[in-house]
């Protein structure tokens, strides 16, 4: 079993930069079909963010942040990435790494099995 941790969270301003990454450890995650991301604000349901196929060459957006985010995953450090830029404060959430082994998994968030305890994301006018 995978376990994810997640870092790189913080407070920017609207317009700024993070970079999240998510490092796993006791499985590599080459493992796993897809590695996503979500982001829960306060009040509201998990929404998919993005998500990246096993070897990196398929990769998916949420319309609002497509152009702005960027995922990427590095197998062999076994760490999972997301680049966000031109953040608004509407991106302000909880992010949460998860992955799974699911070869459709994509946006759904019922088929990713192992999630991490998120880092928060907060983006200020």
């Known amino acids: 079993q995978v376990q994810l941790v997640e870092s790189g969270g913080g407070l920017v301003q609207a317009g700024g930069s993070l970079r999240l990454s998510c490092a796993a450890s006791g499985r590599s995650l080459s493992s796993y079909s897809f590695m996503g991301w979500f982001r829960q604000a306060p009040g509201k349901a998990h929404e998919f963010v993005s998500t990246i196929s096993r070897g990196g060459g398929s990769t998916y957006y949420e319309d609002s942040v497509k152009g702005r985010f960027t995922i990427s995953r590095d197998n062999a450090k076994n760490v999972v990435y997301l680049q966000m830029s031109s953040l608004r404060p509407e991106d302000t959430a909880r992010y949460y790494c998860?992955?799974?082994?699911?070869?459709?998994?994509?946006?759904?968030?019922?088929?990713?099995?192992?999630w991490g305890q998120g880092t928060q994301v907060t983006v200020s006018s």
């Open positions: 998860a992955a799974s082994n699911q070869a459709y998994a994509l946006r759904n968030a019922g088929l990713y099995m192992y």
